[in-house]
Every structure is written in C-alpha cells, then in structure tokens.
C-alpha cells in the first residue's frame, strides 16, 4: 500500500483522558501534516513536518497538543486532558518538499470525546 | 482561519447533468487544488492548477483560474451517482512553505 495511512480510524474516549494518533505518510514523502475537521468545515492547519523538524504550528494547536515525528518517517499526534471541543476528524496529508506539493490525505482519525 | 469560500453551499442535480462549483480566495497563490471527501473519509487529490495556468482537465473535470479575480470553478460533466460528495478548494500560497487553507466545501448531490 503506498498510501497515506492512519490509526485508529475511530477513538471513543472520555474527557480528560489522552489519546494519540499515528499517521505513516507516503514513503518518499518528506512533508507530512496533520489538519483537524469538524462538520460542515473543512479542514484547518494544525501543524507540519519536514522530515523530522516541525516547522510550523497553528494557533488551533494548544498547548495540550503535541506532534512528533522523531525519525522523519510516521508522526504521531498526542492530545491530553481531552476536552469535547476536540471531537473531531484529525487528519494526516503528506507530500514532496519541491514542486507543487500536491498533498495526499490519509482516511483519518475520528475522535469523539464524551 | 479559512480562506476560500466555495459557492454554492450545496448543490442537487439529476445524473448526466454538469455540475459548476466554484471557489474565491484572498491572497496571492502558488497553486490551487480541489479535492473530493465522501462523507465522513478522507480527502482525495483531484485536481491541481497553477498560477500561471487558466485551465486545465482531466477526465470530466474542468477546472478554471483566474487570478485577477481571485476566483477557480470545478466543472464536473455527465455526473454520476458515484460523484456524490463534498468538493473542497485548497490555495498554496506564494511562498509554498505554508499548509494548504481549505474552504468550507460545496455538498453536492447527484440524483439517480
């Protein structure tokens, strides 16, 4: 499989706890992102990667979220003290560094905290 | 913040009909892409226009840029069930080391 993929697809979780999520870009890839949507929205900027330095955050991202990506290859998105107002569809794009930088998402994660 | 804004919201036609979406933003851009999201999935790569280019195609779809008026349409011909979705716009900005911004979408739905 040579595309973008993502784990889990869903996540139940009760507010307060952690979760993390894992995205595996496209192995050629050396910019991978990760974008947050909600109904009706579509997707914003959360922050992304090239090879393994972050290079850019949003203001979205809180300080309850961390992103990784330790050796340039999958990331991983970590949200603590989950909250409802982060229920939503994280999702994980990846693309070249040159060129166009047509990005290419994965399914993504479905987060819904109760 | 987002800054495309595709027209119209939503959109309902019979199989066979074009459908025209289309798309606004507000700074200068390297590129514009549109994707295709069936509900509740993930993001498919359909089409990227540059900056310097007016028109572009592929398969059924057409695609328009202008970028005096800050404005691209989406042209889906002989539409099918199966096309079904929301179509997003995605602008690259000039200086390409920024994310993609995305608009709200158009829902669109194609009626057997």
């Known amino acids: 499989d040579t595309g973008v993929s993502q784990n889990p697809r869903h996540k139940i979780t009760k507010r307060g706890q952690n979760v993390t999520f894992r995205c595996d870009p496209i192995?050629?890839?050396?910019?991978l992102y990760w974008y947050r949507q909600t109904l009706g929205q579509g997707p914003e900027f959360l922050t992304y990667?090239?090879?393994?330095?972050?290079?850019?955050k949003s203001r979205l991202l809180s300080d309850r979220f961390s992103a990784e990506r330790p050796k340039g290859s999958f990331s991983t998105l970590e949200i603590q003290r989950t909250e409802q107002g982060d229920s939503a569809m994280y999702l994980c794009?990846?693309?070249?560094?040159?060129?166009?930088?047509?990005?290419?998402f994965g399914p993504g994660t479905r987060l819904t905290v109760t | 913040s987002q800054q495309g804004e595709e027209d119209p919201q939503a959109l309902s036609i019979q199989e066979g009909e074009n459908a025209t979406m289309n798309c606004s933003y507000k700074?200068?851009?390297?590129?514009l892409q549109w994707y295709r999201q069936n509900s509740g999935r993930g993001l498919v790569h359909l089409i990227l226009?540059?900056?310097?280019?007016r028109e572009k195609h592929s398969g059924r779809l057409r695609v328009t840029l202008d970028t005096s008026k800050k404005s691209s349409s989406l042209l889906i011909t002989a539409s099918r069930a199966a096309d079904t979705a929301s179509y997003f716009c995605?602008?690259?900005?000039?200086?390409?080391?920024?994310?993609?911004?995305f608009g709200k979408g158009t829902r669109l739905s194609v009626i057997a």
């Open positions: 700074t200068s851009i390297n590129n």
């Open positions: 794009a990846s693309s070249l560094e040159f060129g166009d930088h047509e990005q290419y």
């Open positions: 990667f090239q090879n393994e330095a972050q290079l850019e």
């Open positions: 226009i540059r900056s310097n280019e």
């Open positions: 192995s050629e890839h050396n910019r």
């Open positions: 995605a602008t690259d900005a000039v200086s390409g080391n920024t994310p993609l911004v």
